[in-house]
């Protein structure tokens, strides 16, 4: 059973980078995949989450409306589209899964190792 998230780098503010989470080992289309970032010295924290069929999302309001998270069942992945970034979205981002939204977006089941997204100002 394994998330493992890519698609980090550097990039300037208001740049963009797209995140990708590769899933394996469990049945993909039947779990809620969510993306949590961490901050130097803070909290863990929600980004966004997205249901089994993709039709519905979920954000945390510093990120909605510059974020667009979506899944592909076919390769078992999760993809978050990240725009207009900006230096305090600079973090450690996470993948996670689990079997309801509430779950995901506050204890979610299983978790995968990171990836560093850096914004220079």
């Known amino acids: 059973v394994q998330l493992q998230a890519s698609g980090g780098g550097l990039v300037q503010a208001g740049g963009s980078l797209r995140l990708s989470c590769a899933a394996s080992?469990?049945?993909?289309?039947?779990?809620?995949i969510g993306w949590f970032r961490q901050a130097p010295g803070k909290e863990r924290q929600f980004v966004a989450a997205i249901n089994w069929v993709g039709s519905t999302s979920q954000y945390a309001d510093s990120t909605e409306g510059r974020f667009t998270i979506s899944r592909d069942d076919a390769r078992n992945m999760v993809y978050l589209q990240m725009n207009s970034l900006k230096p305090e979205d600079t973090a450690i981002y996470y993948c996670?899964?689990?079997?309801?939204?509430?779950?995901?977006?506050?204890?979610?089941?299983?978790w995968g190792q990171g990836t560093q997204v850096t914004v220079s100002s």
């Open positions: 996670a899964a689990g079997t309801t939204m509430r779950i995901v977006t506050t204890q979610p089941n299983l």
């Open positions: 080992g469990f049945t993909f289309t039947e779990y809620v």
